[in-house]
T-cell receptor
Framework: GEDVEQSLFLSVREGDSSVINCTYT??????LYWYKQEPGAGLQLLTY?????DMKQDQRLTVLLNKKDKHLSLRIADTQTGDSAIYFC???????????FGPGTRLSVLP | GAVVSQHPSRVICKSGTSVKIECRSL??????MFWYRQFPKQSLMLMAT?????????EQGVEKDKFLINHASLTLSTLTVTSAHPEDSSFYIC????????????FGDGTRLSIL
């Protein structure tokens, strides 16, 4: 079945760049997403990339997609304390016509 | 931008009570809404897919009679946790997919359910 993997924790210092990695198994994925969840809140869509792209940049966020290796990454430039949250990678595949979420990466930004 | 409103944000009630959670798409029509459950420090677990005008599709292991879903209009889906017990305490999140663009999913802010 479809599976999405992420490392569970990441700590960076304020001002540094953060890179959150994700791997997925569904080769038919059409879109891949990054969501942010702050404590006690729902999920906020950060960005998404279509499977025929290999990079997308949106202000401080850069998404890189390696479709051959089924690897997705999210880079946050100049990480701020407000970026501390859980980041979920998700894929939308054609097999199940549904979103499959990774376990989430807890990003801690140290002052 | 597209917004999904979920209500209530927090519920505390006694064991045996039935609790209804609403999920509304505010500025778009959603033929499909999704209900997720999230345990502490874990990812989202899809419970069911709610289709407007038809029966919901439940994931394996989710009790249909326990978690009643109604999707009566293109902007509203409800999840009713019937005869709730402490083990039903969790964070429930809904999402909706725009019927026109079909991408991406937009999430509500979640409902924290605590059963005493």
């Amino acid at each position: 079945g479809e599976d999405v993997e992420q490392s569970l924790f990441l700590s960076v210092r304020e001002g540094d760049s953060s890179v959150i990695n994700c791997t997925y198994t569904d080769s038919s994925s059409t879109y891949l997403y990054w969501y942010k969840q702050e404590p006690g809140a729902g999920l906020q869509l950060l960005t998404y990339i279509f499977s025929n792209m290999d990079m997308k940049q949106d202000q401080r966020l850069t998404v890189l997609l390696n479709k051959k290796d089924k690897h997705l990454s999210l880079r946050i430039a100049d990480t701020q304390t407000g970026d501390s949250a859980i980041y979920f990678c998700a894929e939308f595949g054609n097999y199940g016509q549904n979103f499959v979420f990774g376990p989430g990466t807890r990003l801690s930004v140290l002052p | 931008g597209a917004v999904v409103s979920q209500h209530p944000s927090r519920v505390i009630c006694k064991s045996g009570t039935s609790v209804k959670i609403e999920c509304r798409s505010l500025d778009f029509q959603a033929t499909t809404m999704f209900w997720y459950r999230q345990f502490p420090k874990q990812s989202l677990m899809l419970m069911a897919t709610s289709n407007e005008g038809s029966k919901a599709t439940y994931e394996q292991g989710v009790e249909k009679d326990k978690f009643l879903i109604n999707h009566a209009s293109l902007t509203l889906s409800t999840l009713t946790v019937t005869s709730a017990h402490p083990e039903d305490s969790s964070f429930y999140i809904c999402s909706a997919r725009d019927a026109v663009s079909n991408q991406p999913q937009h999430f509500g802010d979640g409902t924290r359910l605590s059963i005493l």
